[in-house]
């Protein structure tokens, strides 16, 4: 009973240390993934806005606005 218990206990510290750095390479690779999404996302935000700014200033600038 002891011995199968050590095997179960030896079985399970194997998988452990096998599963957990692959775990923390996923959700390394996620946080990354996310933050290069957001560094797109914001990319377009400001270019969008600078160029409905742009548009204005020049709409201002030749007397249309």
């Known amino acids: ?3 199968e218990r050590n095997r179960l206990v030896g079985f399970l510290d194997k ?6 750095p692959l775990a923390g390479g996923v959700v390394i690779l996620f946080l990354l ?6 560094i797109i ?3 377009f935000i400001v270019l969008a806005s ?3 700014w742009l548009s204005i200033l020049l709409a201002k600038l030749f007397g249309i606005l």
């Open 15 to 20: 998988m452990w240390s096998l599963i957990l």
């Open 33 to 38: 993934a996310l933050s290069v999404g957001m």
């Open 1 to 3: 009973m002891m011995a």
């Open 41 to 43: 996302m914001w990319f």
């Open 50 to 52: 600078i160029s409905a």
